[in-house]
């Protein structure tokens, strides 16, 4: 079996989210996670939490299905432009995870944007894009996918949920908590009032912290 560890991840990935609070039922998203030039990904028809290792198909980047005794999900076409763009890029290892929860839907389906306002923020990017709506499977999502995704690890796609990439599957699913996490917030702060976004420089202090313990840089170095 081609890529068995991998399809074996995206199954537990795929639990992962399906018993995450908030997310929807059944089919609550799409999982794909790339070794060389194969890549493992979600099938059609399979509630997340059914899903099993047999049933993830392996496709090529040229689009073509190798393997799988199922068909691959719509949003198949999102993850392989995703995973062309990393290739060209020269990332390797990338996995890709989009989910359907409450919090995700609610701010795509709102702002054209969801700022900052936690210095958590940084960690995907700052500033995370939604993309203007068109139907899910099609390839003007994908294309509105990629071009959120210039310099983030997450994006919102308008009326379908979070996006979040990773350096594996573990990482992508971190991310994607934390997209999820920081449209909580946000959401809850809007009920009190006009939440503060933080500004550039605040959020690279931000990321210049997160590269030491502490008690920051080592003074002895």
Same mark, same amino acid.
């Not at 068995?4 to 799409?30: F, K, M, N, W, Y």
């Not at 594996?168 to 920081?182: F, M």
């Given at each position: 079996? %081609?890529?068995?560890?991998? $399809?074996?991840?995206?199954?537990? &990935? ?9 997310? +929807?039922? #059944?089919?609550?998203? &799409?999982?794909? !996670? ?6 493992? !990904? &979600? ?5 997340? @939490? ?13 689009? $073509? ?7 691959? /999900?719509? @949003?198949? *076409?999102?993850?392989?432009? !995703?995973?062309? $763009?990393? +290739? @060209? ?5 990338? /996995?890709?995870?989009?989910?359907? *929860?409450?919090? &995700?839907? /609610? ?13 958590? +923020? ?15 499977? *099609? ?5 509105? /996918? ?9 994006? %919102?796609?308008?009326?379908? #949920? ?11 699913? @971190? ?33 210049? $912290? ?12």
């Amino acid at each position: 079996m %081609l890529l068995e560890q991998e $399809r074996r991840d995206v199954c537990l &990935t795929a639990r992962a989210i399906a018993h995450h609070p908030g997310s +929807a039922p #059944g089919e609550a998203g &799409t999982i794909s !996670v790339r070794s060389g030039d194969l890549v493992v !990904v &979600t099938p059609h028809g399979v509630p997340l @939490e059914q899903l099993q290792p047999l049933d993830c198909p392996v496709m090529s980047l040229d689009d $073509r299905m190798l393997e799988g005794r199922r068909d691959p /999900a719509a @949003e198949t *076409t999102l993850h392989l432009a !995703v995973h062309r $763009r990393a +290739a @060209e890029h020269g990332r390797d290892g990338l /996995a890709v995870v989009n989910a359907f *929860t409450a919090d &995700t839907v /609610a701010v795509s389906a709102v702002l054209a944007e969801l700022p900052p306002i936690h210095h958590r +923020a940084a960690g995907l990017g700052g500033a995370i894009s939604v993309t203007p709506y068109t139907p899910y499977g *099609t390839g003007e999502l994908a294309d509105q /996918a990629v071009k959120a995704l210039k310099g983030r690890e997450a994006a %919102l796609l308008a009326h379908h #949920g979070g996006l979040a990439l990773g350096e594996g599957l573990g990482q992508a699913l @971190e991310h994607l908590w934390l997209l999820d996490w920081l449209c909580a917030a946000y959401l809850r702060a809007h009920q009190i009032g006009e939440p503060r976004v933080l500004g550039e420089d605040e959020l690279a202090e931000a990321r210049r $912290r997160g590269s030491y313990g502490w008690a920051g840089p080592d003074p002895f170095l």
